[in-house]
């Protein structure tokens, strides 16, 4: 089996932690680079438990990135650096697989309200590929750029986009509260994220301006054709790791629990990594370190609402693990590889 080289660039971060696990342990995979300024020139093997030529791999600084040698880079970076180093690395003839927003956002106009920036790049995010395989697998095929979600706009899309897509629910007037542990905010220190700030306490943040927001209904969107606008509310829980998203969404006139539950089934039938359970049984413990989704749907007639529940890993299934599941998918592999060891 040919093995392709692999760059990780941000390797020290949560999500490039897991990547480089990930890589490891893939059948089609090899560790070539690891860039982080953090852990420059120290060896990979002091870090993680990896052998053989892993192992003697040594972390280079993050200005060495645009120059990796390697076929495919994966980029664990904060998005004005995605924007910056995935041109490069592209024109070099390297395929690139994004887990920033830098990507994500099908209309640069937006960049300036919901990440603070402005997109210089659009002919490179007109090549992006979104990296959702349930919902968008078929736009992966033989992608050079894989834009990857957001944790929070992957179980939240999940959740929805089928009941969407099935016109038994309404497009209008949908409410999303949904909660993330604390790696979510990433590595670097901060006071907010500190542990006598965030232990026995449970914090909504960002109301109604979360970067997440656009991206889910973009999602949604491509997938069932509607979406309105997404009450969308995120909250700081003392987690090390996984999100837990509780979407409502209104019923249409004559809408049953049975044929919701069939749309549902019918969506994620064969899905590898997506498990359909009763929605008071979606527990976050039950799904970290892994790379699976567990939702589960109630129906509300009195209220007349759907209430679906959605649990993943936010460093795996929403970042690293769906990274490499949405590689294996554009290269036409197993979506499994690498990702078939971890249990939880």
């Known amino acids: 089996m040919n093995e392709h080289s692999v760059a990780i660039v941000g390797a020290s971060g949560y999500s490039g932690l897991e990547l480089t696990r990930c890589a490891a342990r893939h059948p089609r995979l090899r560790l070539a680079a690891l860039y982080s300024d953090r852990w420059a020139q120290e060896a990979a093997g002091d870090r993680l438990p990896l052998s053989g030529a892993?192992?003697?791999?040594?972390?280079?600084?993050?200005?060495?990135?645009?120059?990796?040698?390697?076929?495919?880079?994966?980029?664990?970076t904060p998005a004005e650096v995605s924007l910056s180093l995935a041109p490069q690395l592209l024109a070099r003839g390297l395929q690139v697989v994004d887990l920033s927003g830098a990507f994500r956002l099908e209309d640069a106009s937006l960049y300036p309200t919901w990440y603070g920036f402005a997109h210089g790049e659009p002919a490179v995010l007109a090549q992006a590929r979104y990296g959702l395989p349930e919902l968008e697998r078929a736009r992966l095929a033989g992608a050079r750029l894989v834009s990857n979600p957001g944790c929070y706009a992957t179980a939240t899309a999940l959740a929805l986009a089928?009941?969407?897509?099935?016109?038994?629910?309404?497009?209008?007037?949908?409410?999303?509260?949904?909660?993330?542990?604390?790696?979510?905010?990433?590595?670097?220190?901060?006071?907010?994220?500190?542990?006598?700030?965030?232990?026995?306490?449970?914090?909504?943040?960002?109301?109604?301006?979360?970067?997440?927001?656009?991206?889910?209904?973009?999602?949604?969107?491509?997938?069932?054709g509607r979406c309105g606008p997404i009450s969308f509310?995120?909250?700081?829980?003392?987690?090390?790791?996984?999100?837990?998203?509780?979407?409502?969404?209104?019923?249409?006139?004559?809408?049953?629990?049975?044929?919701?539950?069939?749309?549902?089934?019918?969506?994620?039938?064969?899905?590898?990594?997506?498990?359909?359970?009763?929605?008071?049984?979606?527990?976050?413990?039950?799904?970290?370190?892994?790379?699976?989704?567990?939702?589960?749907?109630?129906?509300?007639?009195?209220?007349?609402?759907?209430?679906?529940?959605?649990?993943?890993?936010?460093?795996?299934?929403?970042?690293?693990?769906?990274?490499?599941?949405?590689?294996?998918?554009?290269?036409?592999?197993p979506e499994t590889d690498g990702l078939d060891l971890l249990g939880g």
């Open 54 to 76: 892993a192992a003697a791999l040594r972390y280079s600084a993050l200005a060495d990135a645009a120059a990796a040698e390697a076929e495919i880079a994966f980029l664990a």
């Open 162 to 224: 089928p009941l969407l897509k099935s016109g038994l629910v309404a497009a209008e007037g949908i409410c999303v509260a949904a909660m993330s542990g604390v790696s979510g905010a990433g590595r670097k220190a901060s006071e907010d994220f500190s542990f006598c700030e965030v232990d026995e306490d449970l914090r909504a943040y960002r109301l109604a301006r979360h970067q997440h927001v656009p991206e889910i209904e973009q999602t949604v969107r491509r997938f069932a």
């Open 233 to 333: 509310t995120p909250h700081l829980v003392p987690l090390r790791r996984g999100i837990l998203s509780t979407c409502a969404l209104r019923l249409e006139r004559g809408a049953s629990a049975a044929a919701l539950q069939a749309a549902w089934k019918g969506a994620y039938a064969g899905e590898p990594f997506v498990r359909l359970l009763a929605a008071d049984k979606v527990a976050v413990k039950d799904v970290v370190r892994t790379n699976r989704a567990h939702l589960g749907l109630s129906v509300d007639e009195r209220a007349g609402t759907a209430v679906v529940v959605a649990a993943i890993d936010n460093l795996v299934k929403g970042a690293a693990g769906q990274a490499v599941q949405a590689w294996n998918a554009a290269m036409g592999w």
